[in-house]
């Protein structure tokens, strides 16, 4: 027996268009700030089609449907007075709907920066900037954090990932010679320290990266320098867990 129906385009010419009610005890009502940033977010990067919204029709002799999940999404559509997909939920009876929605809102997860570069690398515009973006995470022991960090030249807490969830990433041979040098160094840490060996979950650590890169981005930074104390110094990076103390053991190690 089906359960849901296929996937329909709703224009903002359809009766059901305006029709889109909320069932008691369901969704939370949205803010008129989670309405506004999603508005922005689907006016910029319009992934709708990918996320319809559920819906279960109230009284099967109109067109009377009740959202099961997806109403801060109808109501930003509403806003920017833009068409949404939609998919009904059939053959449940109205007590079941609860349970859907929380097994829906159990196991729902956001876009991961992974996700959003692996969309933008299948689109034509985006294609080849986003495919080289991605041969640099794989081919380097970096975060997605990071590496977007390293493509705007700053350090991992400076700004936002707007610009890269919304196909905006930059990249031309100045961006390209920058990157390579700074990945270039981080893998140099590989084998720079022997007291004791820096360990495999702490090269892989966001919180080093980010002392790492914010050094690189230090006026006066000698790397160089770094890297020959690494090599006798002993160090404390493996017992370390905040970015903050990495920082101040990495400047501690240089200045020796």
């Avoid at 099967?60 to 099961?68: L, T």
């Avoid at 097994?103 to 997860?109: A, D, E, G, M, R």
């Avoid at 991605?134 to 991992?156: C, F, K, M, P």
């Amino acid at each position: 027996m089906r359960t849901s129906s296929a996937i329909k385009l709703v224009n903002t010419n359809d009766p059901v268009y305006n029709k889109l009610t909320v069932g008691e005890g369901g969704n939370r009502t949205p803010t008129r700030t989670s309405v506004s940033r999603l508005a922005e977010s689907i006016d910029n990067n319009n992934l709708l089609e990918y996320r319809p919204i559920l819906v279960w029709k109230e009284d099967k002799r109109k067109e009377n449907y009740v959202i099961i999940d997806g109403q801060t999404r109808y109501m930003a559509c509403r806003e920017l007075e833009i068409p949404f997909y939609m998919q009904e939920i059939q053959n449940k009876k109205q007590e079941d709907l609860l349970g859907i929605l929380s097994v829906l809102n159990t196991n729902q997860t956001n876009w991961t920066l992974g996700d959003f570069a692996k969309y933008w690398a299948d689109k034509p515009g985006t294609q080849r900037i986003y495919k080289k973006y991605l041969e640099y995470h794989t081919d380097n022991n970096v975060t997605h954090g990071i590496l977007i960090a390293i493509y705007r030249g700053q350090s991992r807490r400076a700004g936002r990932n707007t610009q890269f969830k919304n196909g905006q990433l930059k990249f031309n041979p100045m961006i390209k010679e920058y990157v390579e040098e700074k990945l270039s160094k981080l893998k140099q840490l590989k084998n720079a320290a022997f007291n004791p060996v820096l360990l495999g979950t702490t090269l892989r650590k966001q919180q080093f990266q980010s002392a790492m890169l914010t050094a690189f981005n230090t006026p006066g930074f000698d790397y160089c320098k770094f890297l020959e104390n690494m090599y006798d110094a002993p160090h404390s990076f493996n017992e370390l867990a905040k970015s903050r103390d990495m920082v101040k053991e990495i400047f501690n190690i240089e200045s020796l």
